[in-house]
């Protein structure tokens, strides 16, 4: 045991932690350092079917339920969290090379989340309408879907698991939920939380694995309602295509390719912290990473001299005071290493970074230097690519109109930011940019619980997680009709 963490982590079907019915396990390894940090069920189809009969079993109890009693449910599993909080960051940072402080962070997110979606249980609104026939009244209510899939990745574990978990079962679904094989442990104490709160057994379960052995069966399955997916395009559309055949619902949240606008009336000193935060936090991976910096030509210099050097002066993990660890896992490593290199060979320059550490604080440990390209080409395969990790690019622009073509030049559309004082110039790129968040003066990342979160091009599908746009993934509206006086209609 090292920490809150077990040596093994198993699957957990109604309520009860099982391995995998194959005996087999794989080894999770700590990005810190490279030891090894638990053994972790490698799940097959068997176990999914397993999950799916828990869940189908479950689920029409659980949907009888009040909104109110799942809403008192979710508040106690959050509660629960709460109480755990320092044991949930810790397993945060120990699997991911995390701070404790971006952990607990993180954490508190995911239990805010919980208390969010708890007080629906109070509201849960629909709507009435009116219709041509007399002495007909017309509402509508969410319905639960069935059985749900939430397929995670490891970039946030916690709030992943948070952001999907709560609305699905408030929503009245059986949840059966694939984490990624990188992050396992934050669902499994999740898992236990949602037991010791008085979750009903079958309600949410977990199956641990690989995606190709315990994510695709999931995927396939007829059996599942929804599959609800949070990771890369590639590994999206592939599922798609799998559940477009028997034609489930399916809400795709995927990558970002981020820019961040730096204009020639910026407050420099803002712009700099918030690039920074949203290139480099999080050893970059995230969907809302600021991956691109467009710089007006007039503040280019002074901009780029500062944020070189703000970058050459970040403390990069392992300890709590660093302002990045590790990336997750040695493969995505690199991958990042090759494209920086690619990029190099291709005749962009690197102003800073551009190689893993090998330092000894950072033996054995995944750390990519933080690094800042320039000379790129904005079709270039670097800057059209999401290499989710702590790597950006600055582009140099002449002025708003070319600041625009460039940040809408990508098959992505999540996030985006500008800095600038003039109103107009905000509003317009507001309207302009093709993303599903704007932000104005701040960084590419940082949306809340109540705040719907997705994007548009090759970014999602439409959907909005968090939010009450959330609960919309998650149920069917129904729309009751009642004809209160048939004789006279
Ligand atoms: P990934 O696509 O490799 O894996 C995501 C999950 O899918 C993992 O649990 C994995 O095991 C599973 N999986 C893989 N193959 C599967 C298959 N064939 N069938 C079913 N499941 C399968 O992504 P990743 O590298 O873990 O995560 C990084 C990506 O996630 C980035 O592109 C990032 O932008 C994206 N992301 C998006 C959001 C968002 O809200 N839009 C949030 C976080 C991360």
Same mark, same amino acid.
């Given at each position: ?37 638990? &053994? =972790? #069920? ?5 176990? =999914?079917?397993?999950?799916? =009969? ?76 009116? #219709? !041509? ?106 599922? &798609? ?92 490593? @690199? ?12 005749? @962009? ?71 600038? %004082?003039?109103? %107009? ?19 590419? %990342? ?16 439409? +959907? ?12 069917? +509206? ?10 006279? !209609?």
């Amino acid at each position: 045991m090292t920490g809150p963490v077990p040596r093994e982590i198993p699957n957990w079907i109604n309520n009860t932690p099982v391995p995998a019915e194959s005996g087999e396990w794989f080894e999770k390894l700590r990005p810190a350092d490279g030891q090894p940090l638990c &053994q =972790v #069920a490698r799940s097959g189809a068997a176990d =999914v079917a397993g999950a799916i =009969v828990a869940a189908a079993a479950a689920q029409p109890a659980w949907a009888a339920k009040t909104a109110v009693e799942r809403g008192d449910l979710i508040r106690a599993i959050a509660l629960g969290m709460l109480e755990r909080k320092e044991e949930i960051a810790e397993i945060v940072a120990q699997e991911t090379g995390k701070s404790r402080s971006e952990a607990r962070g993180e954490t508190q997110a995911a239990i805010e989340m919980g208390f969010f979606v708890a007080g629906e249980g109070r509201r849960n609104y629909g709507k009435t309408t009116t #219709a !041509t026939m007399p002495h007909r009244t017309v509402m509508t209510q969410r319905m639960p879907l069935g059985i749900a899939a939430l397929i995670i990745a490891s970039n946030t574990p916690i709030a992943n698991v948070a952001w999907k978990a709560f609305p699905s079962m408030f929503c009245g679904n059986g949840s059966i939920m694939k984490p990624s094989e990188d992050t396992p442990v934050t669902a499994w104490i999740f898992a236990e939380i949602c037991q010791q709160a008085g979750l009903p057994a079958g309600v949410f379960n977990v199956i641990q694995g690989l995606g190709s052995e315990a994510g695709s069966p999931l995927v396939a399955s007829p059996q599942v309602d929804l599959v609800s997916f949070t990771g890369s395009c590639g590994t999206g559309a592939s599922i &798609q295509k799998v559940a477009g055949e028997r034609l489930a619902k399916v809400c795709m949240e995927l990558g970002g390719k981020n820019a961040l606008v730096v204009c020639d009336d910026a407050d420099l000193a803002n712009a700099e912290r918030w690039a920074l935060a949203s290139a480099f936090s999080n050893a970059g991976q995230r969907c809302a990473a600021a991956s691109r910096v467009i710089v007006f030509d007039g503040v280019y210099e002074s901009f780029r001299e500062r944020l070189v050097s703000a970058t050459r002066a970040l403390k990069i993990g392992p300890g709590d005071d660093a302002f990045l660890g590790p990336v997750i896992n040695e493969r995505q490593l @690199a991958a990042m290493v090759a494209a920086v290199d690619r990029a190099a060979a291709a005749g @962009a320059t690197i102003a800073v970074g551009g190689e893993r550490l090998r330092g000894p604080e950072h033996a054995g440990g995944y750390y990519m230097a933080p690094t800042i390209l320039e000379n790129v080409h904005p079709d270039a395969e670097i800057a059209q690519q999401e290499l989710f990790g702590p790597i950006t690019i600055l582009f140099r622009v002449r002025d708003f109109d070319e600041a625009v073509t460039v940040a809408n030049n990508s098959s992505y559309g999540l996030t985006a930011s500008i800095h600038t %004082h003039n109103l %107009h110039r905000a509003m317009e790129f507001a309207n302009r940019v093709e993303t599903g968040v704007v932000v104005v003066n701040g960084g590419t %990342h940082g949306s809340e619980p109540h705040m719907g979160f997705g994007g548009v091009k090759n970014s999602g599908t439409g +959907w909005r997680e968090a939010g009450l746009e959330a609960l919309d993934v998650y149920s069917d +509206w129904k729309y009751i009709n009642l004809i209160h006086n048939p004789m006279n !209609t």
